[in-house]
């Protein structure tokens, strides 16, 4: 119970550094990403950071690809500012959640207006 809980607070932490670091980064194609959460595995060594980013289809390839090539720049950053005996090797991972729940409010607003003009024109809802 207690390892569980000095995981969750690391990486909460980590989630923080991760945000600060990737803002200060110099390259145009993180410009627009943002850190929506971290994975850390029970050792601490290996962690996963989650990103989105607003654009098209290759901004994130771009961003994908921008962050990946920073990785090594992030881990000594985290390492700079976390005492940790071990400094996690770090993954990215775009996160299409809010992609998709975009996509499924926009399923359900063109539902509920397709019932509402379905109404109007007299006809019996589905």
Do not use: C, W
């Not at 359900?108 to 509402?116: F, L, S, T, W």
Request: glycine letters at 6%; proline letters at 3%.
């Amino acid at each position: 119970m207690a390892s569980s809980h000095r995981v969750g607070r690391v990486r909460e932490t980590l989630m923080r550094e991760f945000s600060d670091i990737v803002r200060g980064l110099k390259d145009p194609r993180v410009r627009f990403v943002t850190v929506v959460d971290t994975d850390l595995s029970p050792d601490l060594r290996y962690a996963t950071m989650y990103f989105s980013v607003i654009g098209s289809e290759e901004d994130i390839i771009g961003a994908t690809k921008a962050l990946q090539g920073a990785t090594g720049y992030i881990r000594r950053e985290v390492a700079k500012r976390l005492s940790m005996r071990y400094t996690p090797e770090i993954n990215v991972a775009y996160d299409e959640t809010a992609e998709r729940a975009s996509r499924i409010t926009s399923l359900i607003d063109r539902a509920i207006a397709d019932e509402v003009t379905a109404v109007e024109d007299g006809e019996s809802p589905s």
